[in-house]
């Protein structure tokens, strides 16, 4: 394992996730933002723990992100990570899930489960899950890791 390598990784995929996820709010697909925007998020936590250990193979990672908090970092970074957490949580895979199959015990579609807050919603979490990723990378690393 390359912590350097995953992370760096992770956060490129956080980041085009998340461009991914602006282009579709632009063109009103709102089920597509929201799926976008859950693979940023969920890659930008993978992005953190990467820089610690090894990444979990799971779209739920608020249990190694809160590994990190409790990690030997500084307190500010603690503190930025642990902000996180809610959203995290809320972008886990039951979201993931909605937003690929739907609700299947109730027949509603994911075209019909999400709108234009949610997309908005989803893309404002990504941007701020994406920008403490590069913070915490960019401090563990010691370099700004480029975008691609």
């Known amino acids: ?32 933002a929201v799926e976008a925007a859950q693979m940023s998020i969920e890659n930008a936590a993978k992005a953190i723990v990467a820089c610690f250990g090894p990444v979990p ?5 608020a249990d190694a992100l809160k590994t990190v908090v409790e990690a030997d970092i500084p ?6 990570v642990e902000a ?5 949580m809320a972008y886990g895979a039951r ?10 015990q109730a027949f509603r ?10 997309a908005y919603d989803g893309v404002e979490a990504a941007r701020r899950c994406v920008e ?3 913070v915490i990378y ?9 975008s691609g």
């Open 138 to 146: 960019d401090h563990f690393f010691g370099e700004k890791q480029e």
């Open 75 to 80: 307190p500010v970074m603690a503190e930025r």
């Open 84 to 88: 996180l957490l809610p959203i995290v």
């Open 1 to 32: 394992m390359n912590s350097r390598q995953d992370s760096a990784y992770r956060l490129l995929l956080a980041r085009r996730y998340l461009d991914e996820a602006e282009q579709d709010v632009d063109l009103h697909r709102w089920r597509a």
């Open 57 to 61: 193979r799971s779209h739920n990672l």
């Open 95 to 104: 979201l993931h899930i909605r937003a690929s199959y739907g609700d299947e």
């Open 109 to 118: 579609s994911p075209w019909e489960l999400f709108g234009e807050r949610e």
């Open 132 to 134: 403490t990723a590069s």
